[in-house]
């Protein structure tokens, strides 16, 4: 299979938001059977077809942020930026289809935000507690594997910063860390299995002799169940495991919509990366040609790819 850059970033953009609004009308329910996951459901939220949610938006919002304002040049981690454009999207509807506004949000989110609003600054508004482990910024973050980097820079921590807008725990940092790792590969062209060994070794070395961290690792290590639910270190885990034991993106997609529960977080993570390894082209057409916001998705797919050189697959 040869996939090229230009298909695999569309296919990373597209199969993210496809993902996501294919799970939105299941959220909160099932398990279900893989083959009653279909495209168009109404469900939980009465939306129409094609509708992406907060996750969706969310990673808009860092892809517009990440890129420079023409595209042309190293990519740019302006946390601040981040925060003022999440608080657009709360307040404002930005990065939502037709700037209908959001219809869902995070606890953990809205509390980050509101500290960013009160004039906290954006890299200190995440919370650290027990509690403050979910998914949020996860959804969000395969961004970071997709921009070019200024010389010098380390993606690891841009993740574990990003993430910290909104989330700061040491366990969401490094999930989020090691999901950048591997999408990372996968970018490459990396089969899924090495990207998943070489992804682990560099989020290894990453850590290093750091305490915080290792426990942390320790934590994401230490997970069995697959349950699609928020917790940041099951929703990775069931999202990759969808995604590593599909056949395809539609596949992918079903599987991670299936575990039922958190259902358009789940299947955001894992369609973003089926979307890298399988290109845009893997993504059912009817799908693509059913999605809503191409007002909003075009202009920042297009910086995308003059940031990365390339043209439109």
Known sequence: MTVDLAARLDGALRGALVADALGVPYEFGGPYAEESVVFGARGTWSKPPGTWSDDGALWLATLDSLLPPDGVGPARLDLE????????????????????????????????LSRIRSGLPAEEAGGRGERDQGNGSLMRILPVALVDLPAGEDRLLWARRSSCVTHAHPVVQVTCAFSVAIAERLLAGVPRAEALAAGRAALDAHVGADAELLAALAVLDGHTDRAGRGWVVDSFWSAWDAFAGADDVAHTIRRAVAYGND???????????????????????????????????????????????????
């Not at 709360?90 to 809205?110: C, N, Q, W």
């Not at 358009?264 to 809503?292: F, K, Q, S, Y």
Request: no cysteine; proline share 4%.
């Open 263 to 313: 259902t358009d977080t789940t299947a955001i993570i894992a369609g973003g990366l089926a979307g890298i390894h399988w290109g845009v082209d893997g993504i059912p057409a009817e799908w693509r040609a059913g999605m809503r916001g191409g007002a909003v998705v075009e202009p920042i797919l297009a910086r995308l790819r003059a940031h990365r050189g390339v043209a439109g697959s």
């Open 81 to 112: 930026d981040h925060g003022r454009r999440y608080l657009a999207w709360m307040e404002k509807g930005a990065y939502t289809p037709d700037a209908e506004g959001l219809f869902d949000i995070g606890g953990a989110t809205r509390s980050a």
